[in-house]
């Protein structure tokens, strides 16, 4: 079957041709995210089914940022007291690098308004002052005009009018511009604390950990917060209420450090971790601990080696105990980043899966 098309005989599609294949164009090698998961991050790793990546990770900011609010308002005493005194300003804000600088704009704008308050205050009284003594002095006037001529006492008593009018009318435009400045202080205070309230709500960021299943969320925040409280608190609301809070997330695992996953780099980060809940001040009988590690998309590590490396750091009057331990070790290999952390009872409340711990306290 042949069609004219134009002068040219073409042959259709029923007519024999073959049909070409259709080629699809690639759009370039699949770019790699730039806030991926890095070496000196502090914060959680939250694992979740496949394909549930980056609900979890909105899910767990948000649930995160619920209980940091939270915790912080009930432990301002443990917060110096510069950030109290910004906290009252705002609260929430234990923003170091903006507290001094803010405050002090605050301190200025606020005492330029009190002064130009107080001005207001002594013009408008020296204002009823003279207002009383012109009407005195008319008052006068018009009693010694009684002996003059009328026109006398009338010239009089028109100048005295423009007079006080026209004072009048300068303490009207000087209240105006001082009213003005008042509503530009109000508004420079509304526009700090606009611009405060931006940097503060951003306390996490999710990052990629290049892995399914599970993502990083890291604490941006370097104040007294440890991720092991935030997680605890949750934990805690999650056990009393007898719901997980959570639709995407699973297991909520503290990290307190992140390093390149090799045997050197693991022990000197985790040597910071474990003097700090390790320390003296535990007595002479110390603690029983359990190294628990994961490792994902990473063969290269030996496991063994791992463990024994991070319980060597631990000091030797603390024993180890894999059945019943009062401090849990995390170490989480993800692809050629190593995640430590610190556990308090990590075997009973379900390995921090917050839907397992609903489940048991229902079963029980």
Do not use: W
């Amino acid at each position: 079957m042949e069609a004219l098309v134009g002068g040219v005989a073409c042959e259709g599609r029923r007519g024999g041709g073959k049909r070409k294949n259709v080629k699809y164009l690639s759009n370039g090698p699949k770019r790699k995210s730039s806030y991926g998961l890095r070496a000196g991050s502090k914060g959680f790793l939250v694992t979740c089914d496949k394909g549930q990546e980056r609900s979890t990770m909105k899910e767990a900011i948000n649930l995160l940022d619920e209980f940091y609010e939270r915790l912080v308002e009930g432990a301002n005493a443990t917060i110096n007291s510069k950030d109290n005194q910004f906290s009252q300003l705002s609260p929430h804000i234990i923003r170091h690098d903006l507290a001094d600088s803010v405050e002090n704009k605050v301190e200025a704008n606020a005492n330029s308004q009190e002064e130009a308050v107080e001005s207001n205050d002594s013009r408008e009284n020296e204002f009823e002052g003279e207002k009383t003594s012109q009407v005195g002095s008319l008052s006068n006037i018009m009693q010694n005009c009684k002996h003059t001529k009328t026109g006398v006492a009338n010239d009089h008593i028109k100048n005295i009018d423009d007079a006080l009018e026209l004072e009048l009318a300068q303490l009207r435009d000087k209240r105006k511009v001082d009213s003005s400045d008042g509503r530009t202080f109000n508004f420079s205070v509304r526009q700090n604390q606009a611009s405060i309230v931006v940097i503060e709500r951003a306390r996490f960021i999710g990052l990629d950990t290049g892995c399914a299943g599970i993502v990083f969320v890291e604490m941006l925040r370097d104040d007294n917060v440890r991720p092991l409280e935030l997680v605890k608190s949750i934990i805690r609301t999650v056990v009393t209420s007898k719901q997980s809070r959570t639709r995407f997330c699973l297991r909520l695992l503290p990290v307190e450090v992140t390093c390149y996953a090799s045997q050197s780099e693991v022990k000197r980060a985790a040597e910071p971790v474990i003097s700090h809940y390790f320390s003296q001040e535990n007595g002479d009988d110390g603690l029983k601990f359990a190294v628990v590690y994961e490792a994902r998309a990473n063969t290269s590590l030996d496991r063994m080696e791992i463990i024994n490396a991070v319980a060597q750091l631990v000091p030797k009057h603390h024993s180890v105990d894999l059945k019943n331990p009062d401090i849990t070790i995390i170490v989480q290999i993800v692809k050629t980043t190593c995640a430590i952390g610190i556990a308090h009872e990590f075997k009973e409340m379900a390995k921090y899966n917050l839907k397992q711990i609903v489940l048991q306290k229902a079963e029980s």
